[in-house]
């Protein structure tokens, strides 16, 4: 596992978001919901979630918009999406971890 220092990569990520004329306030909600519960599970190299736990952090009502913004997040680079397609299993998500050089780095 390696070490992601919580502050630098935050800032680092949005100075990507201030960087990113695409990049909406939905993006970013949806990514920090993301980032915090990677955060919890101490940056492990991926994390699986709840769609209905994501949505309620990222005070989303709609399922469509909920994927529309994970979709750009993963075809932007920000992340990668890997969707389970089975109830009872979470979608896996890994981050890319912005702050150790100028490229993303996936982790």
């Not at 201030?18 to 190299?45: M, P, S």
């Not at 918009?65 to 009872?88: E, I, Q, R, V």
Request: aromatic share 18%; hydrophobic share 35%.
């Amino acid at each position: 596992m390696e070490k992601v220092n919580y502050i630098v990569h935050l800032n680092a990520a949005f100075e990507k978001f201030n960087e990113d004329e695409r990049i909406k306030q939905g993006h970013i909600t949806l990514y920090l919901a993301f980032f915090q519960k990677w955060n919890r599970e101490f940056f492990k190299k991926t994390i699986t979630v709840n769609r209905t736990s994501i949505m309620e952090r990222a005070k989303f009502k709609s399922k469509t918009t909920y994927h529309n913004y994970l979709k750009d997040l993963n075809d932007w680079g920000y992340l990668n999406y890997f969707p389970s397609f089975h109830p009872a299993r979470g979608s896996k998500i890994s981050l890319f971890i912005f702050e150790t050089s100028s490229e993303q780095v996936l982790y």
